[in-house]
């Protein structure tokens, strides 16, 4: 992008180089129309390079609004995953099972406090009664999946559907473990989201490696190469991780 504002910005200095050439060494009868069809090229080129500059301030525009839509998508998944795992042990790669377990799923309240027991082992060896405490879970009830996660909207019926980008499109989610921990990764490629948009601007955000930016091809939450349920956003494309 910069290379090409650069190369539009030399010729039109050689261009109004070249109207000045023209004005002192052509002749006068010629003069008139070279100036013109120089002055318009000058004008045309200048266009161009205006253009090159808004082209990409108003993909950059469109980009942050559609990663944003995205995004809340992904913590919709991450906030189901998270709590299949808490029930259940693990991660799931079906978005069909997700959503039943966010239909039918419950989490158990549980309380812990301390209590006082008699240790008999160090009883018996002291000829005297000796006492330990103990932890103590006591089961209160059980609470909604859903009713915890998304109250009264039916949103994570479409948690798979991209809502942006290249109609139709799906995430991809994967799930397994790694070293013995659950691990899961649901994640969209950037050219799909972006597909109407300039290709040289898409494979330019494809090769992102910025703090303020989202590196990397896709748009992600999760990992299956390292323990992590974080997003792959910066803090500027959404308001929490």
């Known amino acids: 992008m910069l290379n090409v504002i650069i190369a539009i910005v030399i010729v039109i200095l050689l261009t109004i180089g070249l109207v000045w050439v023209i004005d002192k060494f052509v002749p006068k009868k010629l003069k008139p129309v070279l100036n013109i069809a120089l002055w318009l090229l000058i004008i045309f080129l200048g266009y161009k390079t205006y253009m090159s500059v808004y082209g990409e301030i108003q993909f950059n525009q469109l980009k942050e609004k559609r990663y944003a839509l995205v ?10 995953e998270l709590a299949h795992r808490t029930v259940t042990g693990q991660f799931t790669d079906s978005f069909d ?12 309240i549980t309380q812990r406090r301390t209590e006082t027991v008699k240790d008999e082992a160090l009883s018996r060896s ?5 006492f330990k405490e103990i932890v103590v879970i006591d089961t209160l009830g059980f609470v909604s999946v859903k009713d915890s996660l998304f109250k009264n909207s039916d949103r994570y019926k479409t948690m798979m559907d991209v809502p942006v980008g290249e109609p139709g499109t799906k995430f991809t989610l994967k799930a397994g473990k790694l070293d013995d921990i659950p691990v899961f990764e649901a994640s969209v490629e950037k050219a799909k989201l972006l597909f109407d948009q300039d290709k040289n ?18 748009l992600k939450v999760g990992s299956m190469d390292e323990v992590n349920t974080n997003g792959n956003w910066p803090k500027n494309y959404s308001k929490e991780q």
Do not use: C, H
């Not at 099972?97 to 158990?108: A, P, Q, S, W």
């Not at 002291?126 to 000796?130: E, L, Q, R, S, T």
């Not at 703090?211 to 896709?218: A, C, E």
């Open 71 to 80: 995004i809340e998508k992904l913590k919709d998944i991450r906030d189901a």
């Open 97 to 108: 099972g997700l959503i039943k377990f966010v239909e039918n799923g419950k989490f158990t």
């Open 126 to 130: 002291f000829g005297v009664d000796m």
């Open 201 to 218: 601007l898409v494979d330019k955000e494809n090769q992102v490696i910025s703090v303020d930016g989202v590196n990397g091809p896709t």
